[in-house]
């Protein structure tokens, strides 16, 4: 069994948020992690892997300072890593990354592709959903719960109030939410090994059936039209009563609000 695993390196939030003119992030001046949701499909590839013996490709976009991801990847116990970069890749939209990553993803076997929900960077859920358009692969988003059964998967999808039990033949592709599992630390002999390997790097002529008008800045539909960090709140609106008073002011603004 072969999984590829895609992950993301984003920037680490609490060291601050800095942009480019354009309105993009600026990537290379921010300090990074690996993305919570990606950690966690991950996590749950490595336990397949545990049980079943499958082998975990790690795959990746992003500027070449995001081998670091893929060497923790490594270390916590992926098999092999792929970092696709190249300049005109820089500025992608959703539709450009899925379109990206997609391209890289034919060149390679897979039984099931994991991607996280969403990017805290960006917070959409919409790439994994896309790629496995692109690659016309059943989907099973929002997992809490993954079990290989056979040459299928069974996937708990969690839902704000409930949850769903989806069964799909592989090839398929699964989004996993953050809370789907707690990962596993690197260990130091993992961290020794993932430096001895090698990441394979491939560039815009390594995608397949990728056309270049989907691709970068250029190929992104979605403009930016205003970026900035977080907008501070007032202070709100401060009032002095009585208990009695208190509540009928609350449940007038409550009703004034259409929440009651």
């Excluded at 072969?2 to 390196?9: A, D, L, N, P, T």
């Excluded at 899925?98 to 592709?113: F, H, M, P």
């Excluded at 960090?229 to 002095?240: P, Q």
């Amino acid at each position: 069994m072969k999984i590829v695993v895609c992950i993301k390196q984003v920037p680490d939030t609490k060291g601050g948020v800095k942009f480019n003119p354009d309105g993009t992030l600026d990537r290379a001046a921010m300090l990074a992690i690996m993305n919570p949701d990606d950690k966690a499909g991950l996590e749950a590839a490595l336990r397949i892997k545990e049980q079943t013996g499958a082998e975990v490709t790690v795959l990746t976009m992003g500027l070449p300072k995001a081998d670091d991801v893929l060497r923790e990847a490594m270390a916590m116990g992926a098999d092999n890593a792929i970092l696709v970069t190249d300049r005109v890749l820089g500025g992608a939209d959703t539709w450009a990354t899925s379109t990206t990553i997609a391209g890289a993803l034919r060149n390679i076997d897979y039984d099931l592709i994991i991607t996280g929900r969403q990017a805290i960077d960006g917070d959409t859920a919409q790439v994994g959903p896309q790629i496995a358009e692109h690659l016309q692969l059943p989907v099973i988003s929002y997992a809490a719960d993954i079990k290989v059964e056979g040459d299928s998967v069974v996937v708990k999808r969690q839902y704000e109030d409930r949850y769903h039990m989806v069964k799909a033949q592989m090839p398929c592709l699964i989004t996993a939410l953050s809370e789907l599992n707690v990962p596993r630390y690197m260990t130091p002999g993992g961290i020794f090994d993932a430096y001895d390997k090698e990441v394979t790097v491939w560039g815009r002529a390594d995608l397949k059936d990728v056309d270049d008008s989907n691709l970068g800045l250029k190929g992104s539909p979605t403009k930016i039209a205003k970026a900035s960090d977080k907008v501070r709140k007032g202070a709100g609106e401060k009032v002095a009563l009585d208990p009695t008073e208190s509540v009928n002011y609350i449940m007038s603004k409550l009703t004034e609000k259409h929440i009651i």
